[in-house]
């Protein structure tokens, strides 16, 4: 039988240059999505997964991560006298989400090496690694059923996505065959190929499950593509041992590290919040954009009969 996943490493000590200059004296999974830091709804899809012990992997100026999902006895003090009941709770909430460690990565050598500094807390046993660059929708099961998966066949599962040609260099990217209309078996991995290099236009996204031979594989790589210690090429490691299943998913993610997604993030989030969704549909009409969109629309309508 294999052993029931518990455990989640999210990296999260990149320096956010992407996000400059937001990102230069706060970290970026602590920039929002609405009201609630990016990262967040990552440990909360974990938890919403059944994963409670969760490890934030971080690096010099990310304390601000750790005070966000610690008790803050001035503030929970305040709101209650305050009788703000509502917020009370929230900020409670937060301080309830899991049982988070951290670790420091120490030197930033990549995203591999990061997974790496896991090895001790995650010992001899499968876990998932979530990328705090990629949130998914509201509700969105990827994660569940890619544990789902691993429960059937005991074997490591990569979350793939079809990108265009152009995009595929900001990816890993795998070599494929096809199981069903999701399923995959992952027969080759490449870091972020030039497009006309690229195996296929399926994109490794941030959710991975592994089992924890990963780990022999990650010691053994050595800098890759940028220099870095690449979580890909352990990847293409352990293919040579183990199968490798890859699994599309048909939900909406975000790459926030990209301002285009991280205003779509904005919005869409927003929308799928009942409190929220009138006054953003209200505000997006409202908007310059907005009118010229329905003008637009209403100019291509035919004449009206006479
Ligand atoms: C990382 C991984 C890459 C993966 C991507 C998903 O790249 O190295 O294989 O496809 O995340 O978001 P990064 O975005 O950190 O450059």
Do not use: W
Not at 220 to 235: S, W
């Amino acid at each position: 039988m294999v052993k029931q996943i518990t455990k989640v490493v999210i990296p999260a000590a990149g320096l956010g240059t992407r996000f400059l200059p937001a990102t230069k004296a706060q970290p970026k999974e602590m920039l929002p999505i609405v009201d609630k830091p990016s990262i967040q709804y990552v440990v909360e899809e974990a938890v919403a997964a059944g994963l409670h012990d969760i490890l934030i992997i971080t690096g010099r100026g990310k304390r601000s991560i750790e005070d966000h999902f610690d008790r803050s006895f001035e503030l929970e003090y305040y709101l209650e006298e305050a009788e703000k009941t509502a917020e009370l709770n929230q900020v409670k909430e937060i301080a309830s989400l899991g049982n988070i460690h951290y670790l420091r990565q120490g030197a930033p050598l990549g995203l591999g090496h990061a997974v790496l500094a896991s090895q001790a807390h995650i010992s001899n046993e499968p876990f998932a690694v979530m990328l705090a660059d990629d949130i998914m929708e509201h509700g969105s099961t990827l994660l569940q059923d890619m544990l789902r998966l691993y429960s059937k066949y005991g074997q490591s599962v990569l979350a793939l996505m079809e990108v265009k040609p152009s995009e595929i260099s900001n990816y890993g990217c795998v070599d494929v065959e096809r199981m069903s209309e999701t399923h995959y078996r992952i027969r080759g991995v490449v870091e972020k190929p030039a497009p006309n290099d690229a195996p296929s236009n399926l994109a490794i996204i941030g959710r991975y499950v592994f089992t924890p031979e990963i780990f022999t594989y990650l010691q053994l790589t050595r800098p890759g593509r940028n220099g870095e210690i690449q979580l890909t090429d352990a990847i293409g490691g352990l293919l040579e041992k183990q199968e490798i299943i890859g699994v599309t998913f048909s939900e909406m993610r975000f790459d926030i590290g990209n301002k285009n997604d991280y205003l779509r993030a904005t919005i869409e989030m927003a929308l799928s919040r009942p409190d929220l969704r009138q006054t953003v549909l209200d505000l997006l009409s409202s908007l310059s954009c907005g009118r010229a969109l329905k003008e637009e629309a209403r100019d291509s309508l035919p004449d009206p009969l006479p």
